[in-house]
């Protein structure tokens, strides 16, 4: 389990630096913003989030 949350932790930093940002301001200056690309990158996200934990779910049971 520790190895997936590293592995995980580690596609998120790469990336946050391919994109050059980070995600927190990512959510933050650009929602505030109500910017349209931000709230379709936060969606896509937690979506991606969702649907990983939910078929890593299914796997590990």
Do not use: D, E, P
Request: net charge positive; aromatic share 22%.
């Amino acid at each position: 389990r520790w190895f997936f949350a590293f592995i995980g932790g580690f596609l998120f930093t790469y990336g946050a630096r391919l994109a050059r940002g980070c995600t927190s301001g990512q959510a933050l200056s650009g929602g505030a913003t109500l910017s349209a690309g931000s709230w379709a990158v936060m969606m896509a996200i937690f979506g991606g989030a969702y649907l990983f934990a939910y078929t890593f779910r299914k796997l590990w049971n």
